[in-house]
């Protein structure tokens, strides 16, 4: 079926008489036949489904689940385990990687969150930081995963998954996936073990609801249950509904959004106060050709570098109308921020430098409003930070 057709239907083939999935709040279950429940708890500690009777919401719920389906459907995989947020998802990942081996390879550019978590040694995992090409140099005999984000927060590189793949061997790859969603990308389909979203962003798509989501296999999907009944994090089943809910609107959402993105980056490339545009149809921005045959089209994130430097961003922000100056990103709205400033401040000087994290860099979520009317409000914005530029 299409992907279209697997939005609007997916993980709704449990639903008897009802039209629209219910919302399941129980935190626990009813169990009458001990011996059943018992063998129902072993199971979901092993990581497995219940065998009947949910137990506990910590365990197993069933509105969260089928919010599961619809999205390993969506992604192409045999099952997805949830999270209260993204960096929930995150820390699962890095907890169900220390089962299998304590040392993990990053690519950068990642996450501001993600980056810091792997740095600040809190999880005690070793860590070592490569780039797509080194990856095969860091892989060790406890190497237990490879992390990297294509399209990379805020930069906009992207990372050729089945080469990472590659020379990761055997050893799984995690990909990050926020920015492209699965009606963009699905990293699955080029190798990789785990994807990774945050569903605070494009799936929830209306900036009301927290989480964070990991499409995966059995083997890996077992390790995730087992750390999200141990650590807790889960999605809150109302959270889950509204995310089951929003995957039915994501392909159009991410097709309009996409439409003014294109749009906008194009405008933006020939105004006078900009230095650059990061956006995968731009010159430079995709090397390694992954438009059309990794990413289906270029997304609704844009990364500018402003010529006007810190100054000029600050006056943008504190200028724009229509785009709201915020972090975070996929909403139905406008967000425009800075990255070195908000985002990307906990991550060090040297990885903003490696990541061209620069002062006049802004990163632009484009929603889905008129495209003139949003093109106005930048160029307004834009026509203060100009005489910055000049000088
Ligand atoms: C927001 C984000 C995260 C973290 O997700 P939260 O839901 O905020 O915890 C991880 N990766 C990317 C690319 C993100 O944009």
């Keep these: 079926m299409s992907p279209d057709t697997v939005a609007v239907h997916g993980g709704r083939d449990d639903l008897g008489e009802a039209h629209v999935p219910p919302i399941d709040l129980s ?3 009813r169990t009458p036949d001990l011996p059943a429940a018992t063998a129902s708890i072993d199971a979901m500690a092993d990581g497995q489904p219940p065998m009947g009777s949910s137990v506990y919401q910590r365990l197993h719920n069933p509105t969260v689940d089928r919010f599961e389906r619809a999205l390993a459907q969506m992604e192409g ?35 501001g969150g993600t980056d810091h978590l792997l740095q600040c040694g809190l999880l005690g995992l070793e860590v070592s930081w490569a780039t797509p ?43 990050d996936s926020t920015f492209a969603t699965p009606v963009l990308q699905r990293p699955a389909d080029h190798g990789a073990a785990i994807v990774l979203h945050s569903g ?60 003014n993105a294109r749009a906008l980056a194009e405008r933006l490339a020939s105004h006078p106060a900009v230095a650059g545009v990061r956006y995968p149809t731009m ?7 992954l438009l059309g045959r990794q990413l289906k089209g270029p997304g609704t994130m844009i990364a500018v570098d402003l010529l006007g430097g810190y100054e000029a961003a600050r006056g943008v922000m504190a200028a724009v109308g229509l785009f709201t100056p915020a972090v975070s990103l996929g909403s139905t709205d406008s967000l425009i921020q800075h990255p070195a400033g908000l985002t990307h401040r906990i991550v060090g000087e040297d990885a903003q430098a490696e990541g061209q994290i620069g002062e006049g860099l802004l990163r632009l979520s484009v929603g889905l409003e008129d495209v003139d009317d949003l093109w106005s409000d930048l160029d307004q914005a834009l026509a203060l930070a100009e005489p910055m530029a000049a000088k």
């Design 27 to 29: 935190t626990t279950y």
């Design 77 to 111: 995989t045999a099952c997805s385990v949830s999270y209260a947020s993204g960096m929930a998802a995150v820390t699962a990942a890095l907890l169900a990687a220390k089962m299998v081996g304590n040392h993990v390879v990053a690519v950068r550019p990642l996450y």
């Design 133 to 175: 090409d080194t990856v095969a140099d860091h892989i060790r005999e406890d190497t237990s995963l490879v992390i990297c984000e294509t399209p990379a927060n805020p930069t906009l590189q992207l990372v050729d998954i089945r080469a990472v793949v590659a020379a990761a061997g055997d050893v799984a790859v995690m990909v």
């Design 200 to 259: 605070t962003k494009f799936l929830g798509g209306h900036g009301d609801v927290m989480a964070g989501v990991l499409a995966t296999d059995d083997v890996w999907g077992a390790r995730l249950r087992q750390v999200r009944i141990l650590t807790g994090g889960n999605l809150h089943p109302m959270a889950a509904y509204t995310l089951h809910r929003g995957l039915q609107t994501l392909p159009i959402r991410v097709r309009a959004a996409q439409a």
């Design 283 to 289: 010159p430079g921005c995709d090397p390694h050709h």
